[in-house]
């Protein structure tokens, strides 16, 4: 009895598969852009205009632009993930496109360099129990941290050339 329950679960498989959801298929699905608001500490995956994820995110000074090397403020734009480190001291990393022409120009006027090295990254080993709890006070040199167990869900959905806006 229980072979022949066995044999008729398998046949109506196989006549009437499931229907498997998008989710069940990607469980990570890919993010086309990334929207980083320093007002509200937030950093937003999204695709096709739906936020896919929201993080709480700890940034450099948050108060005014990036103007130059040195002044530990997370810049304002646009701009793109232009290469990914596994590596990273930061656990890992995304580096951005810091600076853009915009960036370089006002750079340029003032006579200073713009800086650059702008990533998304997580912790350093020896800061990764902090986890979460890391966004609560603004620590980076200018960049946008989030927990490692985060900066591996974010590794899995964005790609090399994601577009990011980084807003005040």
Not at 11 to 35: E, G, T, W
Not at 82 to 99: E, T, V, W
Not at 119 to 130: D, F, R
Not at 146 to 166: C, H
């Amino acid at each position: 009895m229980a072979c022949a329950l066995v044999r008729l679960g398998s046949l109506l498989l196989v006549l009437y598969p499931p229907q498997l959801s998008i989710a069940a298929q990607s469980p990570h699905p890919n993010a086309d852009r990334i929207l980083i608001l320093k007002s509200a500490h937030t950093m937003e995956l999204l695709s096709h205009g739906r936020v896919l994820k929201t993080y709480k995110v700890a940034l450099g000074d948050p108060h005014g632009n990036k103007v130059r090397a040195g002044d530990k403020k997370t810049p304002e734009g646009v701009y793109s993930v232009d290469g990914k480190n596994p590596r990273s001291l930061f656990h890992r990393a995304l580096h951005l496109s810091y600076p853009n022409a915009a960036d370089r120009e006002r750079a340029r006027k003032l006579g200073v360099s713009p800086g650059g090295d702008i990533e998304i990254h997580g912790l350093a080993a020896q800061y990764a129990w902090l986890g979460r709890t890391q966004s609560m006070t603004d620590w980076t040199t200018g960049c946008i941290a989030v927990s490692n167990p985060e900066i591996d869900e974010i590794w899995k959905m964005v790609a090399v050339g994601t577009p990011v806006e980084i807003r005040p």
